[in-house]
């Protein structure tokens, strides 16, 4: 992951370079340093726009595959389409006290909006999965690691009783804190969650100093229940016959979906056209800039 992002940033920079070069010429200082970043984003926005159209395409692969009963080839993509389950005793989430394999939750304050965009002030944040595999066409397939839950819809509650169940939590837990610069050990810890595989595994931080009280706190969890319906993405390790992390793979993380293989196709294709439209858009505007100055603005001076 080290080497893929220090390769990142030198394409970044030459890029950059690339395009302060050209503009510098013909726009100020600051006006030129502008440009070089934001045509460097282009172009950055493109490669991924593009990258992640052809893991989109690996992914339905792995799909197919999974519906057609295939088991999934050692080191490739693959998909565990069907129920998810625990290997053993299943959890019981600490905000809706729910039987699940997978959660996460946040215990939060809003803050005012930056930009239109809500701002949490979080005070606790935790995560935790149970050894767990998904039952479907191709047989078993375990899942290492927490994956990404982006894609799972969060709950949010302001119950009194769903406060009292987290508390409850709260006061029977070790959390780890994670205030000023302990903050910085926090990448590493949740690196090392993802990475976990041996399927069990649980973190709960503290960002703040402990509340007296919940008055004006909000709660919110994401959760994976048993049973559940899903399609998970990851990297498919024959010899432990699941689905491993990916962390090393320039930063990617397993994915989970809940839902019909259908329906889950049908997100991840329109995410990734989506994605690579606003890149194409977002080049054609900065490239056009650096066009109209760098050739029609400054045309015979």
Not at 66 to 80: R, T
Not at 232 to 254: D, H, L, P, R, T
Request: glycine share 10%.
């Amino acid at each position: 992951m080290k080497k893929s992002c220090f390769g990142f940033l030198v394409v970044f920079l030459l890029v950059g370079a690339g395009y302060f070069y050209l503009v510098r010429r013909h726009a100020p200082l600051f006006g030129a340093l502008i440009l070089a970043l934001f045509g460097a984003i282009s172009i950055v926005l493109i490669i991924s726009g593009v990258k992640n159209i052809f893991a989109t395409m690996k992914k339905m692969k792995a799909v197919n595959r999974a519906l057609q009963g295939i088991p999934p080839d050692d080191g490739a993509i693959a998909a565990a389409v069907g129920t998810i389950r625990p290997e053993g005793a299943a959890m019981t989430s600490p905000v809706f006290g729910k039987e699940c394999v997978i959660y996460e939750y946040n215990v939060f304050k809003d803050l005012p909006q930056q930009s239109g965009k809500p701002v949490r002030d979080i005070i606790y944040t935790g995560m935790a999965m149970s050894p767990c595999f998904v039952q479907g066409y191709s047989g078993k397939v375990r899942i290492f690691g927490i994956p990404d839950l982006q894609h799972i819809q969060e709950l949010r509650s302001i119950d009194t009783e769903n406060m009292a169940r987290f508390d409850a939590y709260a006061r029977g837990t070790q959390f780890e804190p994670a205030i000023g610069m302990q903050k910085l050990k926090l990448f590493e810890q949740l690196t090392e969650v993802m990475q976990d595989v041996d399927g069990t595994t649980r973190k709960d931080w503290r960002m703040k100093e402990a509340p007296e009280n919940f008055t004006g706190i909000q709660l919110a969890e994401k959760i994976i229940g048993v049973g559940e319906k899903v399609v998970a993405f990851g990297k498919y390790s024959g010899e432990k016959q699941g689905i491993i992390n990916q962390m090393g793979s320039f930063g990617a993380m397993n994915e989970i979906f809940i839902g019909e293989p259908d329906s889950v196709g049908k997100k991840i294709r329109g995410n990734a056209v989506f994605l690579l439209i606003f890149a194409l858009v977002w080049f054609s505007f900065v490239n056009g800039i650096v066009y109209f100055i760098t050739f029609v603005a400054n045309k015979g001076s």
